[in-house]
């Protein structure tokens, strides 16, 4: 059963000015971020940008140094019991007692959670073909990962946070299975939130999207928003150039001679426009994919941050 929400604006998390540091290093820098509730969002970035100690903040592994973490209008780090009842997790590399056989350790952890669904972790377990007889030291990665997914999905949770679940599920439970996963449980009002550095899978299932990229949020927003205010137009010139010109919102070009590429922010008219002033014939466009977006956003230097 689906809890009554307490926290505002049907923000599930609310994450403001979030700044984290590890000695000298910078890991999360004046974070900004909401995820509504029944979305499914995606934060994307390299390995390294600050997606896990984001994650660990709104777990409330990680207490907020400066700034404010919100999960479900509590402070996470402050009542941990309270939000991880609500919240499934599924770890990188889940930590899991390997001398438990698989179905005792499905009724160990049921005894944390009241809302456990015996039949539902019976049927994941069938459609990830778990031996539940097996000792958890006995499995293979991919295996252990379809354990912690069980673990982290058998409660029903508001929340399901899922950390990198690519790096441990094979292309089968990740594309299939996870997916259909997903679209159920944001179907049923719930929310879902994962990190990845594959951005065509972030693509094929997030509707909102964080990038991070050396602890800042670059953009923040819906997918569909964010598909459609960037734009890649291929301009052709009279004659070869040595540069491309300068583009009001252009982020990144590719290209030599007398052809260009150009990624775009903007109104599609006004870019057409100011491409034709610099003198060029736009030949070619369409949408970017989110991994273009990425990379002329990582890219380019002194882009100014995008807020929701
Ligand atoms: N406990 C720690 N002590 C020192 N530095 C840390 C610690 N945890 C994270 N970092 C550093 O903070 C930065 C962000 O790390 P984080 O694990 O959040 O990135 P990530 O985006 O999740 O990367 P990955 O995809 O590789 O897991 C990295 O430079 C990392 O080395």
């Given at each position: 059963m689906?809890?009554?929400l ?12 979030l700044?984290?540091?590890?000695g ?12 509504p ?5 995606g ?35 402050a009542?941990p019991?309270?939000?991880?009842v ?9 930590d ?27 049927e ?12 958890v030291k ?39 299975i ?35 990229d ?8 819906a ?8 734009h890649?137009?291929?301009?052709r010139?009279?004659e ?45 466009q ?23």
């Amino acid at each position: 059963m689906v809890a009554v929400l307490s926290e505002s604006d049907g923000n599930v998390i609310e994450v403001a000015g979030l700044t984290r540091r590890f000695g000298p290093k910078v890991a999360l820098d004046d974070v900004r971020l909401t995820v509504p509730r029944g979305t499914v969002f995606g934060l994307v970035g390299v390995n390294g940008a600050g997606k896990t100690t984001l994650i660990k903040h709104v777990l409330g592994l990680l207490r907020a140094a400066r700034g404010s973490v919100r999960v479900f209008g509590h402070d996470p780090a402050a009542d941990p019991a309270g939000v991880l009842v609500r919240v499934g997790y599924l770890s990188e590399e889940p930590d899991l007692p390997g001398w438990m056989r698989v179905g005792a350790l499905f009724r160990y952890t049921r005894a944390f959670y009241p809302s456990w669904d015996s039949a539902f972790a019976e049927e994941l377990s069938r459609s990830f073909a778990l031996d539940l007889a097996v000792k958890v030291k006995h499995l293979s990665k991919g295996q252990r990962a379809r354990v912690g997914l069980v673990l982290a999905l058998a409660h029903r949770p508001e929340l399901l946070v899922l950390d990198e679940p690519s790096s441990g599920l094979d292309p089968i439970v990740r594309q299939d299975i996870l997916g259909a996963i997903i679209r159920t449980i944001a179907e049923e009002g719930r929310t879902v939130v994962f990190s990845s550095h594959l951005l065509h899978e972030v693509e094929r299932v997030a509707d909102r999207v964080a990038l991070i990229d050396r602890g800042r949020v670059v953009f923040s927003g819906a997918l569909d928003q964010i598909k459609g205010t960037h734009h890649r137009l291929t301009l052709r010139f009279p004659e070869p150039r040595p540069h491309p010109p300068t583009l009001a919102g252009a982020l990144a070009w590719e290209g030599r001679g007398a052809e260009w590429v150009a990624l775009c922010s903007g109104r599609l008219g006004e870019l057409r426009a100011a491409a034709v002033a610099c003198g060029a014939e736009v030949v070619g466009q369409r949408v970017p994919s989110l991994d273009e977006i990425f990379v002329a956003r990582v890219g380019t230097k002194g882009s100014e941050p995008v807020k929701e």
